[in-house]
């Protein structure tokens, strides 16, 4: 029901910003709890923002000060805005939607829609 689809992601230097844009169809995102989570190689997907349906936000201890998570209700679109990037940033960063509310909102397993996700390259 809820359509997630990643855009903005590109090859940066480190040190430079780069913006990625999740919009949204099917439900408001105003029903959703936002999430970005990215994967480099490898199994893991790691936990990089959240936004709550109430506007908290959370983050992880790796990007916490460089990224900010933001959403535009009226444009249904969840942006995340990455500032001093570093090559260790490099993966392919996916946004998730889930309704529901979850124990931390920090797991893959707690969100129920996700883009296909979009590559962010940092070169050293």
């Known amino acids: 029901q809820v359509h997630v689809v990643e855009s903005g992601g590109g090859l940066v230097q480190a040190g430079g910003s780069l913006i990625l844009s999740c919009a949204v169809s099917?439900?408001?995102?105003?029903?959703?709890?936002m999430a970005w989570f990215r994967q480099a190689p490898g199994p893991e997907r790691e936990f990089v923002a959240m936004?709550?349906?109430?506007?908290?936000?959370n983050y992880a201890d790796a990007v916490r000060g460089r990224f900010t998570i933001s959403r535009d209700n009226v444009k249904n679109m969840v942006s995340l805005q990455m500032n001093s990037l570093k090559p260790e940033d490099a993966a392919v960063y996916y946004c998730?939607?889930?309704?529901?509310?979850?124990?931390?909102?920090?797991?893959?397993?707690?969100?129920?829609?996700w883009g296909q996700g979009t590559q962010v390259t940092v070169s050293s």
């Open positions: 998730a939607a889930t309704q529901s509310y979850k124990r931390s909102y920090v797991s893959p397993d707690e969100y129920d829609s």
């Open positions: 936004s709550s349906i109430s506007g908290s936000t």
């Open positions: 099917g439900r408001p995102i105003s029903t959703q709890h």
